[in-house]
């Protein structure tokens, strides 16, 4: 972790958040306050089809202002492609924001079309950092899955179908300007999402806090964080779908992006990509396989902060940060279970040491993220921790 006392730290967050339950509805309300009422509306499909509550707030939306344009995306892990073929729906129509409604893909697509009207060229130009060079529309965010945080973050992230690179459009200029957490945006959740976002959540929740780059601040976002997503986690693994716990995943998944998106991504955040761009494994569900392990990994090689976690939702008395810290990894590997997490790699595909061979080199292109590991995180790491998952 940075030490402010002895170097420079930085901590952003610049999105402004409304949460409760039935804020949704106050959307119209807040736009029109802002003097913005043409909107162009990025809804997820299944959300759309399936989720009552979602239509009515989308619908309300086109009848109370005075244009809506909206888009309806089946792109669970959307392309930049994707980006270049619907950005004609939006363009000429001199719109004064976009708002997203949707898991993290669909806010992500909201992003990268805001970005695309103010910005020319294809949208791959945009790959990478600090390519935007003008200020996108303004984005409002509504998240209808607790995971990826994009609602409070400036990472788009796309697959690059040229390059098989999944990479975003990352930028200063893309904040969302307002997330809304509503609780009934999660009623049509499946479980599986509700496991595999969630996992990705606490995947940010655990990296971010043991990052290099890590500093009070954050770590004061990350452990609130993971006091919210733990226990919640857990009742969503026993079905429990009650107001609070939706509220609780979504605040604890928000927490989680502020916190990734000061200190960086960790080694599991890293691994995740190639197997969501050669083997089409959603993101949250990819990251929070090998999470359990790189966890082991630096418990069994001396790492002990992670039993500040351990202290805050466990009041068993044991003796050393050692023990505190072996018992959270055994915490974490028990909670992934419980959301039925797969154990291994065989059941999406990777099945040759050709595979294995194709993730490993791959996620060596993301040397920076396994530099934040708090144990030294090279080639061997990743290749033993492969292998022992395939
Ligand atoms: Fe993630």
């Known amino acids: 972790m940075k030490d402010y006392l002895k170097e420079k730290t930085r901590f952003v967050m610049k999105t402004e958040?409304?949460?409760?339950?039935?804020?949704?509805?106050?959307?119209?309300?807040?736009?029109a306050a802002w003097e913005w009422s043409r909107v162009g509306l990025v809804v997820d499909g299944g959300l759309y089809r399936h989720n009552d509550y979602a239509r009515q707030v989308a619908e309300t939306l086109r009848q109370r202002l005075e244009h809506?344009?909206?888009?309806?995306?089946?792109?669970?892990?959307?392309t930049y492609d994707y980006l270049d073929q619907t950005r004609g729906v939006f363009a000429d129509l001199d719109l004064d924001c976009f708002v997203g409604i949707g898991g993290g893909s669909t806010l992500d697509i909201a992003k990268g079309l805001a970005t695309l009207m103010t910005n020319e060229g294809a949208a791959v130009s945009y790959r990478g950092f600090g390519k935007v060079k003008n200020t996108p529309l303004p984005v409002v965010a509504l998240p209808s899955t607790a995971g990826t945080g994009s609602e409070v973050t400036p990472y788009a992230v796309f697959i690059d179908t040229q390059q098989q690179w999944k990479f975003g459009i990352n930028s200063e200029h893309n904040y969302p300007k307002l997330a809304l957490y509503d609780p009934r945006l999660l009623d049509s959740c499946p479980d599986r999402i509700y496991a595999s976002a969630g996992m990705d959540a606490m995947t940010h929740t655990l990296e971010s806090f043991v990052a290099r780059n890590a500093t009070v601040v954050s770590r004061m976002f990350s452990k609130q964080a993971f006091k919210l997503l733990f226990p919640n986690l857990k009742r969503a693994a026993g079905g429990e779908r009650s107001t609070a716990v939706k509220l609780n995943l979504l605040l604890g998944a928000g927490c989680a992006g502020v916190a990734l998106m000061n200190s960086g991504a960790g080694p599991a955040g890293a691994l995740s990509y190639p197997l969501g761009v050669y083997y089409d494994v959603p993101h949250g569900l990819a990251g929070s396989v090998f999470l359990p392990?790189?966890?082991?990994?630096?418990?069994?090689?001396?790492?002990?902060?992670?039993?500040?976690l351990y202290d805050l939702v466990c009041d068993e008395a044991c003796a050393t940060a050692a023990e505190k810290s072996s018992r959270f990894a055994e915490a974490i590997e028990q909670l992934s279970d419980e959301l039925g997490i797969p154990t291994e790699l065989g059941g999406f595909g990777v099945k040759t040491d050709e595979d294995s061979r194709r993730i490993i080199d791959h996620s060596m292109q993301l040397k920076a993220a396994f530099e934040q590991n708090p144990i030294t995180f090279g080639q061997s790491e990743v290749e033993r921790i492969v292998y022992a998952l395939s």
């Open 17 to 31: 958040t409304l949460m409760g339950d039935g804020i949704a509805k106050e959307l119209p309300d807040v736009l």
């Open 293 to 308: 392990a790189v966890i082991r990994y630096n418990v069994e090689n001396g790492y002990t902060d992670y039993a500040e």
């Open 68 to 78: 809506v344009t909206m888009l309806i995306a089946d792109m669970p892990e959307p």
